[in-house]
């Protein structure tokens, strides 16, 4: 139980253009949906948190017009990086909490290169 | 100071012995607390939560919880070459999806 995936596993662009990364709780009603970013050999980094039916909450230094977050419904948030630039370029990772629940489980990923 | 503190490592364990990974905390609000282990290119995967106070045993893992030191760690017997990964503490305040994460130790189990 408490699967969440993550679609497409990588992904590379051209700067510019818009990149949309889904996360999909699989067994489970995630009323609260994170999203992380993560460098190589650096930490974990909370971009947002998203709960279904509401706009998200971005930490501070996080553009929130630049990286769209939508939680449309209980297994499905998705993240999009507008105009893609190579500073964007990193391992996105959500992670997904059930209904009445506090420990999160974490998507598989997704690799963003921006040529 | 970080309100999740971890020793950055690495540690370096032998294989077949017990690691002892630590982590503290600030805030004493807090009330659940979680390990997560994270391989290389990896996202990190659920190992334990423990709530109370004391011990708490999954397989060859032993997650130990003192409130009052405000002190979390996790054992890990008869280590593996396997084990080698980077291992996150997490702590959540009562009622709080939102964890606070540490930056992580990594551990290296030598054959």
């Known amino acids: 139980g408490a699967v969440v995936s993550q679609h497409p596993s990588w992904v590379i662009c051209k700067s510019g253009t818009s990149v949309k990364i889904e996360c999909r709780s699989l067994d489970f009603q995630a009323t609260t949906m994170f999203w992380y970013r993560q460098f190589p050999k650096q930490s974990l980094m909370l971009m947002a948190t998203?709960?279904?039916?509401?706009?998200?909450?971005?930490e501070q230094g996080v553009e929130k017009d630049k990286f769209l977050i939508n939680h449309a419904s209980l297994t499905l948030s998705t993240l999009t990086v507008t105009s893609a630039h190579p500073e964007d370029s990193s391992f996105y990772i959500c992670?997904?909490?059930?209904?009445?629940?506090?420990?999160?489980?974490f998507g598989p990923g997704t690799r963003l290169t921006v040529l | 100071q970080k309100e999740v503190e971890q020793n950055s490592g690495p540690l370096s364990v032998p294989e077949g012995a017990i690691a002892s990974l630590n982590c503290t905390y600030s805030?004493?609000?807090?009330?659940?607390f979680f390990w997560y282990r994270q391989y290389s290119g990896k996202s990190p995967e659920l190992i334990m939560f423990i709530y109370s106070n004391g011990d708490k045993e999954d397989g060859r893992f032993t997650a130990q919880l003192n409130k009052a030191s405000q002190y979390v760690s996790l054992l890990i017997r008869d280590s593996q070459p396997s084990d080698s990964a980077t291992y996150l503490c997490a702590v959540n305040r009562a009622n709080a999806g939102k964890s606070t994460f540490g930056d992580g130790t990594t551990l290296t189990v030598k054959p």
């Open positions: 992670s997904a909490v059930g209904s009445g629940g506090n420990t999160q489980y």
């Open positions: 805030d004493r609000g807090s009330q659940s």
């Open positions: 998203s709960n279904e039916g509401s706009k998200a909450t971005y």
